[in-house]
């Protein structure tokens, strides 16, 4: 029972991860129709400038931790933020009215460029950066056996749940979440109605990177290592968690998230961690067998 609390704990820290990652995946879907597999590759920039700007405050003295990741946290979203913007500017608006391959293959060109632009620029090896934050709380122990916690994937937990809770307010409770409802419905007619379709879509990739910031970081600071590899890895399992969960639902990207996050841990714990991937993605395959939609999907309808 220890061992098995000490998965969950494990399973949820991964699946909040995937689950930021894949919340960006699932704005754009719901707005363009379109996936933005340059994504993955953002969240891996984000981990990158958070290690970089981490290292330069260190080396001028900045040492205190909560002051550090703040400025971290600022500077890493404010990049990825732009490099969302080019995304969108670069393989996405020309396209917007091209058929649907078009800007599917420009994205996974944008994809590739990052990766290489990042091995060429940082090296391909592996980075790495020391605990930065350290401690756990026990939550029981029996039979030499302790069920831990640390500070690090409290904070990934409680982050997340923020976050989750925030950008639900946003998107029911704002003029940009209205916008974007709006355009998910009908960007035709939204734009007959005085919505600025482009600047809401540029604003939406904007916050996705954003949002893939805050998980680079995170990501980070639990592993503490990173190569610029790890986008596109990262990306596919947020992408499946985003399909499992109900593409285009912010509460399903989490729960698919979730969902990947605890198949991989508990497979990995309890069978062979080769095969972890082979059930992530025959969970995915089994689940959209029987709900096409995913978990928390609405069926699409076709307007006539």
């Known amino acids: 029972m220890e061992y098995f609390l000490q998965q969950l704990v494990n399973g949820v820290t991964l699946g909040s991860i995937y689950g930021l990652v894949a919340i960006g995946y699932t704005m754009v879907y719901g707005i363009i129709g379109m996936i933005n597999f340059a994504h993955g590759d953002i969240f891996m920039i984000g981990s990158f400038v958070s290690l970089i700007v981490i290292l330069g405050l260190f080396s ?33 608006r020309p396209l917007r009215n091209s058929f649907r391959l078009a800007p599917l293959i420009t994205a996974i060109g944008m994809s590739i460029t990052l990766q290489n632009f990042v091995q060429i620029v940082q090296g391909a090896r592996v980075k790495p950066l020391p605990p930065v934050i350290t401690g756990h709380f026990t939550l029981m122990e029996k039979d030499g056996f302790a069920v831990q916690i640390s500070l690090m994937q409290i904070i990934i937990i409680m982050t997340t749940i923020f976050l989750m809770m925030a950008f ?3 998107i029911g409770n704002t003029g940009l979440g209205r916008a974007q409802r709006a355009c998910e419905q009908d960007r035709t007619m939204a734009a007959l109605l005085g919505i600025d379709v482009d600047r809401t879509i540029s604003l939406t990739f904007v916050i996705g990177a954003a949002l893939a910031a805050v998980a680079g970081l995170m990501y980070l600071l639990y592993y503490g290592v990173i190569d610029f590899y790890i986008g596109f890895v990262a990306g596919i399992k947020a992408f499946t968690a985003a399909v499992l969960g109900g593409i285009g ?24 961690v080769e095969y972890k991937d082979v059930a992530a993605f025959s969970t995915l395959a089994i689940v959209l067998i029987f709900m096409p939609s995913g978990l928390l999907g609405k069926p699409e309808t076709e307007k006539v």
């Open 168 to 170: 639900s307010w946003l």
């Open 249 to 272: 639902s912010l509460p399903g990207a989490m729960l698919g998230g979730l969902v990947i996050g605890l198949i991989e841990t508990f497979w990995s714990a309890y069978f062979s």
């Open 60 to 92: 001028v003295g900045i040492t205190w931790i909560p002051l550090a990741l703040v400025l971290v946290l600022a500077i890493s979203m404010m990049i990825t933020s732009a490099w969302g913007w080019i995304v969108e500017r670069l393989a996405y």
